[in-house]
């Protein structure tokens, strides 16, 4: 078969356009198949077409849960972290509707850990000299970036862990040159400016006690979610749900599940219909 030749999807039958093939183990896939598999799922190449049309059989089923997920909890900014608690379900997206976008939705079952990884990376700053070349500042000064990843670990057929960033761009922090008094008959000194700490940043902060809170709602998801309302209580659930809602002006909200009371969808922004 010729380089030029035409080729089709194992998986639709699909012809393949110019660029478009998605090369499978044993086959051909179209990178329209190739959307509907999962984000987190990086092993395309080694897959066959059987496995492949397997996942896309799940990946409907999904759909399924996706229409059925409530949220009850949002974390997060860009990547968001839902858990839907009456159902058991968590998903991490960055969709508004999920019934369209169908992330994959897990059982807390399925989570085995949650960490934050918090990367530090250092550049040095330069100054441009009176010839025009950029040279080093003296004591050299150094801006430091911070990026924020959570990587959830799971059981999955299809992938190990979801790994995603918190923040959107990264948080930064600059050294600055400390002067020191100088003593008498001495020239004017500086000493070194050490690695600025990164706690007096807002926004540092920001984003590690988001990693902090989100890993801690998986593992206590995982362990049992949350206490359990007093055993006193004897109104029935639903009841209690209209009851809290006609009071409160409750609303759920139809794009992805979440319940809210005032004119704007915390979860997704979709207005209060």
């Known amino acids: 078969m010729g380089l030029f030749d035409k080729k089709y999807c194992d998986v639709c039958g699909e012809k393949i356009g110019l660029l478009g093939n998605r090369k499978l183990e044993d086959g051909n896939l179209c990178k329209e198949c190739a959307k509907k598999l999962s984000p987190w799922f990086s092993d395309r190449r080694r897959s066959t077409v059987e496995e492949i049309k397997a996942q896309l059989a799940d990946r409907e089923e999904n759909r399924g849960k996706a229409a059925q997920f409530r949220t009850t909890r949002a974390m997060g900014e860009g990547w968001k972290v839902l858990l839907d608690e009456e159902h058991r379900w968590f998903t991490v997206t960055r969709a508004r509707d999920l019934a369209e976008a169908n992330p994959d939705i897990l059982d807390f079952d399925a989570i085995t850990g949650c960490r934050l990884d918090i990367d530090e990376n250092r550049t040095e700053l330069l100054r441009e000299d009176a010839d025009g070349k950029e040279v080093s500042y003296v004591p050299p000064r ?40 100088p003593r008498m008959g001495q020239p004017q000194t500086f000493r070194t400016a050490g690695r600025p700490d990164p706690e007096t940043s807002a926004d540092y902060r920001k984003y590690r006690q988001m990693g902090e809170e989100i890993c801690q709602a998986l593992e206590q998801a995982r362990s049992g979610g949350r206490e359990a309302a007093p055993a006193a ?20 909200c ?20």
Request: aromatic residues 12%; hydrophobic residues 30%.
């Open 142 to 181: 150094y801006e430091y970036s911070y990026e924020f990843e959570i990587i959830v670990s799971v059981r999955h057929p299809y992938f190990d862990e979801m790994r995603f960033r918190l923040n959107g761009s990264s948080v930064e922090l600059e050294t600055t040159a400390a002067q020191q008094r």
């Open 233 to 252: 209580q004897e109104v029935p659930a639903e009841i209690e749900r209209e009851s809290t809602a006609s009071a409160t002006g409750q609303w759920t």
């Open 254 to 273: 139809p794009a992805c599940g979440g319940a809210n009371t005032g004119k704007f969808c915390e979860y997704c922004g979709s207005p209060r219909p």
